[in-house]
């Protein structure tokens, strides 16, 4: 049994991760740039000013730190940021431009992460049985098929948002976003999940 391949796939809509994207959305930050806005959430006019170059950065820090916090663990302390109950935690010192423009946006952001959260844990109930997790089953046994061996132990985290634009992107080393629709729709997130099953297995 120990030398058989184990694969783990995580699938969630994470408020803290929805809430990171609340704010960009909120404050005007442009990366990563092919990550497409938030749906149901006030879109920036295209003459509003973006966010200063600092907090884009800090911004950025802190998402790679909220998609994958094992993965970026902060140099220094953290400290939450008061109005995001325990969802905010920046840098202690080097993120106080991303802190200042934040504070503003607290109750909005959060009630649209928990919204679209509750919804996404509605959709998974209402899906029967293991459904949920028979996507991912049957790309590993055709991509084991196609290469003609076991697929390699690996991890997978998807989040699935409820992005403007249908898709699949990299968000992180091991971490997929994925629009709502398309996850589901069965067949073509077989289609899409494949190639991500792929690189990693």
Same mark, same amino acid.
Do not use: C
């Given at each position: 049994?120990?030398?058989?391949?184990?694969?783990?796939?995580?699938?969630?809509?994470?408020?803290?991760?929805?809430?990171?994207?609340?704010?960009?959305?909120?404050?005007?930050? #442009?990366? @990563?740039?092919?990550? @497409? !806005?938030?749906?149901?959430?006030?879109?920036?006019?295209?003459?509003?000013?973006? %966010?200063?170059?600092? $907090? *884009?950065?800090?911004? #950025?820090?802190?998402?790679?730190?909220?998609?994958?916090?094992?993965?970026?663990?902060?140099?220094?302390?953290?400290?939450?940021?008061? +109005?995001?109950?325990?969802?905010? =935690?920046?840098?202690?010192?080097?993120?106080? *431009?991303?802190?200042?423009?934040?504070? @503003?946006? =607290?109750?909005?952001?959060?009630?649209? =992460?928990? !919204?679209?959260?509750?919804?996404?844990? /509605? &959709?998974?109930?209402? /899906?029967?049985? +293991?459904? %949920?997790?028979?996507?991912?089953? &049957?790309? $590993?046994?055709?991509?084991?098929?196609?290469? +003609? #061996?076991?697929?390699?132990?690996?991890?997978? /985290?998807?989040?699935?948002?409820?992005?403007?634009?249908?898709?699949?992107?990299?968000?992180? =080393?091991?971490?997929?976003?994925?629009?709502?629709?398309?996850?589901?729709?069965?067949? %073509?997130?077989? %289609?899409? $999940?494949? @190639? $991500?099953?792929?690189?990693?297995?």
């Amino acid at each position: 049994m120990a030398d058989k391949p184990q694969w783990l796939i995580r699938e969630d809509a994470s408020v803290p991760v929805l809430l990171a994207l609340a704010l960009r959305q909120a404050i005007g930050i #442009r990366v @990563p740039e092919d990550l @497409p !806005t938030l749906r149901d959430l006030p879109v920036r006019a295209p003459d509003a000013v973006d %966010a200063a170059p600092a $907090i *884009e950065e800090q911004w #950025r820090v802190y998402w790679d730190m909220t998609v994958e916090p094992r993965a970026h663990p902060s140099d220094v302390p953290l400290e939450l940021i008061d +109005g995001f109950d325990t969802l905010v =935690a920046l840098p202690a010192s080097g993120a106080e *431009e991303l802190a200042a423009a934040i504070a @503003p946006q =607290a109750s909005e952001a959060l009630r649209y =992460a928990r !919204t679209a959260h509750d919804r996404y844990v /509605n &959709s998974m109930k209402s /899906n029967t049985g +293991g459904d %949920a997790y028979r996507a991912y089953a &049957s790309a $590993i046994a055709e991509f084991e098929r196609e290469v +003609g #061996r076991r697929a390699h132990s690996f991890e997978l /985290n998807v989040q699935v948002l409820p992005f403007s634009q249908r898709g699949i992107w990299w968000i992180g =080393a091991l971490t997929v976003a994925v629009t709502d629709g398309l996850r589901r729709d069965v067949v %073509a997130f077989d %289609a899409a $999940i494949r @190639p $991500i099953i792929a690189e990693l297995a």
